[in-house]
């Protein structure tokens, strides 16, 4: 069978290998760490005999890293028929994926730093699935391909005709870069730092004043370890800080009629599709630190599982609305995927008195609202997060109470969507309303995927 | 509606698994009890192992006769808890699969568990010790209204 290496074909259904690039751009960073690796042991060596042993050691691992990229490429090929998306690949274990493009949750095109180098980009579909093999990749394909594929996987994914152009977004928002950064660096976690910055100060004063000699040894040893803790925590928080700033950078995200495209990256650079009636919640937190400076998150949920936690895609492919933005700024954009939702709830939706008994703490958020489309929950003590439902989305409700609860006649209301992040929880409603929420939910939820808005 | 029980057989399964376990439990308390403080430690460990059995063969009565199910027009109700009340509703358009497991002692007494999985993983409806005909006709009927009534994400 003739492959072709030009992507265009693969759209009208013809076999195409991936761009010819791709493994120079899969392999780079492992054949950099395998060098590196050997030439550091190389330098180790003394005799000459010995050093010849390495230099082919490492010829010959960065020949087999090179020739499994190289394989992998020549064994993977793949094409759209009709309105799904094949794709062959593996020379030992053969492995033949198909992805109904109706099912399609979202369509991502994501771009490394060794990819964008080369003008290369790999797209990346998400179905709702169990498997972590579930997600169909194209690694990789040119800049113009991958638009290109996307836009013709989107048409799919809508019933549309595939030569339909991508539709042009209308920008929505744009985070402020200062102010990711400020909000990257504003963790809670510091505040565990702080407070053994405080034990190790308090035991440095405390320590001279000891006047045995092995009572001070003991003293200044548990400093010691005190403060290698305080910089591991510090060094730690700030890779994580420059992860999230590097993740998020230059966020833009847009309305598009086919659903919402999200920009973001600094050094990898990522482009998301969201299509529209895909969103299973919306979930606006205001995290402790943030909150004096009124920021707020706004993040998305989809059907899909994380993937494998080695490859850390679960974190980069959280679907965000905005990595933070104002209080005002993020109720008018969950509006604008919400139309309808409150994105705040007042205290008229709060659960009786009586319920500061089982939450004294988080009683003041607990709130809970729903109308015949969205149902709108709030909780949490020092992380306050609200979450919005889709009563099409509702895949279960559950009702709970303990003995407390039951003592105070109360219960918790929890509403399960496909998105596997966040349950939407009415906590501590009186027993009498919660029951009839049960109901009276269930209808408008069953009314609801009728409608199908 | 009245909620529908689960076999009485189930009651009988667990009392069976509660008397095996008691029995050893008592060995296990009276002998050493008894070789560590004679015959009163021996009595004691037996009186514990009768306390202790007492109190779970009332635990497992009331688990037992809290469980419940209800089918209704759109949806499938499942209630449990004895100390925490638990109620699950499902709606049949969102079932995604029904899975019908029987362990070895659910075997001996012809007992199976039918399950219902939705795309939310945090769902959590399970019918135990349904009578193996029961649970198939069961399982049956609910693919069937799943099918009828299926909706997509």
């Given at each position: ?232 925590g510090i060094v730690a928080l700030g890779l994580d ?108 939706g709060a659960p009786p008195r009586r319920a500061w ?97 | ?54 109190t779970s063969w009332f635990v497992e009565r009331g ?91």
């Amino acid at each position: 069978m003739p492959l072709a290496s030009s992507q265009a074909p693969a759209l009208a259904g013809t076999w195409c290998r991936l761009h010819p690039l791709s493994p120079v751009a899969r392999t780079v960073i492992s054949l950099g760490v395998v060098v590196a690796a050997g030439l550091t042991s190389l330098s180790g060596q003394q005799s000459s005999s010995g050093q010849t042993v390495y230099m082919v050691a490492i010829a010959a691992a960065a020949v087999l890293v090179v020739a499994a990229a190289v394989v992998s490429w020549l064994v993977t090929r793949w094409r759209v028929v009709g309105d799904e998306l094949q794709i062959d690949t593996g020379l030992v274990y053969r492995q033949s994926l198909r992805f109904p493009l109706r099912r399609v949750q979202a369509v991502d095109v994501v771009a490394p730093l060794t990819a964008r180098i080369l003008g290369l980009a790999e797209v990346r579909v998400v179905s709702a699935g169990t498997g972590h093999r579930q997600h169909g990749r194209l690694a990789y394909l040119s800049n113009q391909d991958a638009a290109a594929v996307r836009a013709q996987l989107l048409a799919l994914a809508h019933g549309l005709a595939a030569e339909t152009p991508e539709p042009p977004a209308r920008p929505l928002f744009r985070v402020d870069n200062g102010r990711l950064i400020a909000a990257s660096l504003l963790r809670g976690a510091w505040l565990l730092v702080l407070v053994l910055v405080a034990v190790a100060a308090i035991l440095a004063a405390v320590d001279p004043a000891g006047a045995g000699g092995a009572v001070r040894q003991g003293g200044s040893d548990a400093a010691t370890s005190l403060i290698s803790a305080v910089v591991t925590g510090i060094v730690a928080l700030g890779l994580d800080a420059a992860r999230s700033v590097n993740g998020d950078f230059d966020f833009t995200i847009g309305q598009a009629p086919d659903g919402l495209r999200l920009h973001r990256g600094l050094l990898q650079k990522r482009h998301e599709t969201i299509p529209y009636g895909r969103i299973q919640a919306v979930r606006l937190i205001q995290p402790l630190l943030w909150r004096p400076f009124g920021w707020a998150r706004v993040e998305l949920d989809v059907a899909r599982q994380p993937e494998a936690r080695h490859q850390g895609e679960a974190r980069q492919l959280a679907h965000l609305l905005a990595p933070v933005a104002t209080l005002d700024q993020a109720r008018w954009l969950v509006a604008q995927v919400a139309p309808g939702a409150p994105a705040t709830l007042t205290r008229s939706g709060a659960p009786p008195r009586r319920a500061w008994f089982r939450a004294p703490l988080s009683y003041h958020y607990l709130s809970a609202w729903h109308d015949d489309r969205w149902l709108v929950t709030q909780t949490g003590r020092v992380r306050p997060a609200t979450v919005i439902v889709p009563l099409e989305k509702v895949q279960s409700i559950r009702l709970s109470s303990g003995p407390l609860l039951r003592a105070l006649h109360l219960a918790n209301l929890r509403i399960d969507t496909a998105g596997r992040r966040w349950v939407a929880a009415a906590l501590c409603r009186d027993a009498d309303e919660a029951t009839a929420l049960v109901g009276q939910l269930g209808d408008l939820a069953s009314r609801a995927r009728r409608i199908s808005w | 509606m009245q909620y529908r029980r689960p076999s009485p057989r189930l009651w009988l399964a667990r009392q069976t698994v509660l008397g095996l376990t008691s029995l050893v439990l008592l060995a296990i308390l009276g002998v050493s009890g008894g070789l560590l403080w004679g015959l009163p430690g021996g009595l004691g460990g037996i009186g514990a192992s009768l306390v202790l059995t007492a109190t779970s063969w009332f635990v497992e009565r009331g688990r037992y006769r809290s469980w419940g199910y209800l089918e209704r027009d759109a949806d499938l109700v499942v209630r449990r808890g004895l100390l925490f009340h638990r109620l699950t509703v499902v709606p049949f358009g969102r079932m995604q699969f029904v899975d019908v497991t029987a362990g070895p002692v659910d075997r001996l007494f012809d007992l199976a568990t039918v399950q219902l999985h939705t795309a939310a993983s945090a769902t959590d409806a399970r019918i135990p010790g349904l009578r193996s005909t029961d649970a198939a006709q069961l399982r049956d009927r609910l693919a069937t209204l799943g099918e009828a009534r299926a909706s997509g994400l």
